[in-house]
């Protein structure tokens, strides 16, 4: 792909940076069996996101003890996807999104990525929570793209709240029944059964 912008069946796609991809039955790679992922930055060179999903039960206090008070339920670290397990990204819900906070970068409304290496106590005020991610997914130029042409993911507009439910397993199902319609219809597809 040459240019700015990326294309989808021959027409310009603008970023979908803060948007969710959601796994459809279709999709083969058992890291994406049935995840959202929320895209926190989707550029002409690629894409990077988090799985919102796959709560692991190591606690957020084990590995970053100081940012522990900031994690919401449950406070446990997130497998945000298979690139690069040990690294961490933070996602931080702001209390007051039109303010500017260091170490915080938006990524759609009052969410943002936020520096694991600015002292928590600053960001205290301004954060309502955090989640953390190991490991990111990841995708090369134009490999998104072609993912969703071929079928693989649904490309459905976030909530806010929806990178820190309280219950991160019924995430799947609660994000294709509010869609309504056929794509509701989706969420109650048994997940034992085998598309070709």
């Not at 459809?24 to 890291?31: G, Q, V, Y």
């Not at 931080?92 to 106590?121: C, W, Y």
């Not at 820190?164 to 869609?179: C, E, I, K, S, T």
Request: aromatic share 6%; glycine share 12%; net charge negative.
């Amino acid at each position: 792909m040459q240019g700015e912008d990326q294309a989808i069946g021959g027409r310009a796609m603008d970023s979908m940076t803060g948007r969710l991809l959601v796994a459809t039955p279709t999709l083969k790679d058992p890291n994406f069996d049935r995840t959202v992922v929320l895209l926190v930055a989707h550029e002409p060179g690629g894409a990077l996101g988090v799985v919102l999903n796959r709560a692991t039960e190591v606690p957020v206090a084990d590995v970053l003890g100081d940012w522990s008070d900031l994690a919401r339920d449950p406070a446990v670290l997130f497998e945000g996807g298979p690139v690069q397990p040990d690294s961490a990204i933070c996602l931080a819900r702001m209390r007051n999104p039109v303010k500017r906070l260091r170490g915080f970068h938006q990524v759609s409304g009052a969410v943002g990525t936020i520096d694991l290496s600015v002292d928590p106590e600053r960001m205290r005020e301004s954060i309502g929570g955090i989640r953390v991610f190991a490991g990111y997914s990841g995708w090369g130029a134009g490999q998104l793209e072609q993912e969703i042409e071929d079928g693989s993911w649904f490309v459905l507009d976030a909530l806010p709240g929806d990178a820190f439910v309280d219950r991160p397993d019924d995430l799947w199902p609660m994000v294709l029944r509010r869609q309504g319609g056929m794509m509701a219809a989706v969420a109650h597809f048994p997940p034992d059964v085998a598309l070709n």
